[in-house]
C-alpha cells in the first residue's frame, strides 16, 4: 500500500456556501472554516471533504471536452427518486441523458462539479 485516501479537495468560488450542500449531501459536519477553505468531517472525525476557495474558478461543463469533469462523487442511496428531490431542493441540477429508474442518476452541485446518486444495483 502506497497510502490512503485522506480527504476530497474541490475547488470552488465560495467555500462557505458550497459546503453546506456537500453537509446535508453526504452527512458531514463542518469542522473548520477560515473564509478560503472549509473542512466537513464524518461522525468519527475524520476530514473527508474540504472545499476550497479558487479565484479563477471556471465550472466544469458536463460531456464538453473543453470544461472537462475532472472528478466526481458517486453517492450510494437507497431510493433515487427520493434523494433526487431532496438534491435538488439543495440547489443541485439533474443533468440531461440522466433520467434512469434505477442504478445512477448525473447532478452537478450548486457551482458546476457533476456528482452521481447511484443505487446497489448500480454499483
Request: some cysteine; charged content about 25%; aromatic content about 8%.
Amino acid at each position: 500500500m502506497i497510502g490512503r485516501l485522506y480527504t476530497v479537495v474541490i475547488d470552488c468560488p465560495d467555500p462557505g456556501r458550497l459546503a453546506g450542500f456537500y453537509e446535508k449531501l453526504l452527512s458531514l459536519s463542518r469542522q473548520e472554516d477560515s473564509g478560503d477553505y472549509v473542512v466537513l468531517r464524518n461522525a468519527e472525525g475524520a476530514p473527508v471533504v474540504v472545499l476550497q476557495r479558487v479565484a479563477d474558478f471556471r465550472a466544469p461543463r458536463w460531456a464538453d471536452p473543453a470544461c472537462p469533469p475532472q472528478m466526481h462523487l458517486d453517492v450510494m442511496v437507497e431510493d433515487l427518486d427520493v434523494a433526487e428531490e431532496q438534491v435538488l431542493t439543495l440547489g443541485a441540477t439533474l443533468l440531461d441523458g440522466s433520467d434512469k429508474p434505477i442504478g445512477y442518476r448525473v447532478y452537478q452541485d450548486p457551482v458546476g462539479h457533476p456528482f452521481c446518486l447511484i443505487t446497489p444495483e448500480g454499483a
